[in-house]
């Protein structure tokens, strides 16, 4: 995976997102809106075979590229917690 920031404001960024797919760019967006920092997150899909896929963040205060990477980092955790419990569950 390789990110290219695409445009950074004060408040606001929009990075894309190279060599993922779209359910990937969508949990990290969903992530963010539990952000209680974060006043919008989308993603933005110009093409579906053409273009990859992008994540626009918007945030009351801070740096957006920080709440881009603390949801990463919660995202993260879920994954290493789910996987704990379907090691258990599924022995």
């Known amino acids: 995976m390789k990110l290219n920031l695409v445009k950074k404001e004060k408040d606001s960024a929009e990075v894309e997102v190279i060599g993922e797919t779209l359910a990937f760019v969508n949990a990290i967006k969903e992530e963010l809106w539990n952000d209680p920092n974060v006043l919008e997150a989308a993603v933005i899909r110009e093409h579906p075979y053409l273009a990859n896929p992008k994540i626009w963040i918007k ?4 740096n957006p590229i920080k709440a881009l990477k603390d949801a990463a980092k919660r995202l993260e955790t879920k994954v290493k917690e789910m996987k704990k419990v379907y090691q258990i569950e599924l022995k």
């Open 59 to 62: 945030v009351k205060s801070g």
